[in-house]
T-cell receptor
Framework: ELKVEQNPLFLSMQEGKNYTIYCNYS?????LYWYRQDPGKSLESLFV?????AVKQEGRLMASLDTKARLSTLHITAAVHDLSATYFC???????????FGTGTSLTVIP | DTEVTQTPKHLVMGMTNKKSLKCEQH?????MYWYKQKAKKPPELMFV???????INESVPSRFSPECPNSSLLNLHLHALQPEDSALYLC??????????????FGAGSRLTVL
């Protein structure tokens, strides 16, 4: 079974600082997804990375994918309180009809 | 329409009750999913329907029974649940397979409490 690990599991950071969340997965995949979940809410899609070397940016978040290293990163630039949430990466199965979620990173941005 | 609609938003039931969770999408997605999520954990896949046929059943106890009446609707029938089944139940849909980006679109969830 495909395993997806994220680190750190918990991240507390000050506003204005930069940090990176890492997502490692155990088998080959040429695509990876990032989702955000606010407390008590559902998941919403942030990024879809569809090939090796893909980089996507939205506001203060930037995601990248290295399929050879089986690694994706989610970089946070100049964090603000609104970014406080849990972030999940997810990797599809080889049929594309099953998604394996990472352990999640709970981010708290402190003023 | 770019939404997945789940009802009810909250459900409290006893261990002997029978209830159903409902999910609807009108995006033309051909894959629909039920996930269970406990607090501070990632979503756990329960069932996948692909083109209205059950394609994945992740060894879920028979007290959970999925149904896909048509390509837009997905139900989860609940019977004789246990307190440990209390969780957030998420429905999601996607184009299916590797069609396009195949992003999962999630509903708002149904928060289930079993007494």
């Amino acid at each position: 079974e495909l395993k997806v690990e994220q680190n750190p599991l918990f991240l507390s950071m000050q506003e204005g600082k930069n940090y990176t969340i890492y997502c490692n997965y155990s088998t080959t995949s040429d695509r990876l997804y990032w989702y955000r979940q606010d407390p008590g809410k559902s998941l919403e899609s942030l990024f879809v990375l569809l090939s090796n070397g893909a980089v996507k940016q939205e506001g203060r978040l930037m995601a990248s994918l290295d399929t050879k290293a089986r690694l994706s990163t989610l970089h946070i630039t100049a964090a603000v309180h609104d970014l406080s949430a849990t972030y999940f990466c997810a990797v599809p199965s080889n049929t594309g009809n099953q998604f394996y979620f990472g352990t999640g990173t709970s981010l708290t941005v402190i003023p | 329409d770019t939404e997945v609609t789940q009802t009810p938003k909250h459900l409290v039931m006893g261990m002997t009750n029978k209830k159903s969770l409902k999910c609807e999408q009108h995006m033309g997605h051909r894959a629909m999913y039920w996930y269970k999520q406990k607090a501070k954990k990632p979503p756990e896949l329960m069932f996948v329907y692909s083109y209205e046929k059950l394609s994945i059943n992740e060894s879920v106890p028979s007290r959970f029974s999925p149904e896909c009446p048509n390509s837009s609707l997905l139900n989860l029938h609940l019977h004789a649940l246990q307190p440990e089944d209390s969780a957030l139940y998420l429905c999601a849909s996607s184009l299916g397979g590797f069609t396009g980006a195949n992003v999962l679109t999630f509903g708002a969830g149904s928060r289930l409490t079993v007494l």
